[in-house]
T-cell receptor
Framework: AQSVTQLDSQVPVFEEAPVELRCNYSSSVSVYLFWYVQYPNQGLQLLLKYLSGSTLVKGINGFEAEFNKSQTSFHLRKPSVHISDTAEYFCAVSPRPAGNKLTFGGGTRVLVKP | KAGVTQTPRYLIKTRGQQVTLSCSPISGHRSVSWYQQTPGQGLQFLFEYFSETQRNKGNFPGRFSGRQFSNSRSEMNVSTLELGDSALYLC??????????????FGPGTRLTVL
């Protein structure tokens, strides 16, 4: 079984400031790792994913994440946020190679202030 | 390409009734997964269908069921509705769904309210 913990439920941040969203996971098997974003009244959109290889993963909209196997973490960062980044962000894992059974963290709500 | 579509977008039912939600995947996608999103429990995996067969199942009671048709469209059914079934139900499709290398695309969801 897998579990995902997002350490911050809400993160307020000023426009053009950097942001980091923390994610830790637990699993008895190897996993794939994902970050999704959900805008109000919408479904989920994939920001980035870690499958293998380089531990630094770049995604859409200027986001990147770093996989740390020893700390079982997959933190998401953006060097400079915009008002449009206000949304809820979800970290998720799925066991290899079992496909689409995603286990999600509780989400982090990012509020970008002008 | 059109995205994942879900119908209806909003639904109000009363306790004890049953409900059917529909999901049309992206053209060419054969895997459809369903998730329940609630404020208390967050996002939880319900089940995944591939080529009309259930491939994965989450920890939900038997009142929750699904199926997939030959055109990959999927339906999920909830019988004997309870207040706790009020949630946003999300559908996601992917081409193959055989591994995490296959990106899942989510629909906008169906908001179910049980009174």
């Amino acid at each position: 079984a897998q579990s995902v913990t997002q350490l911050d439920s809400q993160v307020p941040v000023f426009e053009e400031a950097p942001v980091e969203l923390r994610c830790n996971y637990s699993s008895s098997v190897s996993v794939y790792l994902f970050w999704y974003v959900q805008y109000p009244n919408q479904g989920l959109q994939l920001l980035l994913k870690y499958l293998s290889g380089s531990t630094l993963v770049k995604g859409i909209n200027g986001f990147e994440a770093e996989f740390n196997k020893s700390q079982t973490s997959f933190h998401l960062r953006k060097p400079s946020v915009h008002i449009s980044d206000t949304a809820e962000y979800f970290c998720a894992v799925s066991p290899r190679p079992a496909g689409n059974k995603l286990t999600f963290g509780g989400g982090t709500r990012v509020l970008v202030k002008p | 390409k059109a995205g994942v579509t879900q119908t209806p977008r909003y639904l109000i039912k009363t306790r004890g009734q049953q409900v059917t939600l529909s999901c049309s995947p992206i053209s060419g996608h054969r895997s459809v997964s369903w998730y329940q999103q609630t404020p208390g429990q967050g996002l939880q995996f319900l089940f995944e269908y591939f080529s009309e067969t259930q491939r994965n199942k989450g920890n939900f009671p038997g009142r929750f069921s699904g199926r997939q048709f030959s055109n990959s469209r999927s339906e999920m059914n909830v019988s004997t509705l309870e207040l706790g079934d009020s949630a946003l139900y999300l559908c996601a499709s992917s081409f193959r769904g055989a591994s995490g290398t296959d990106t899942q695309y989510f629909g906008p969801g169906t908001r179910l309210t049980v009174l």
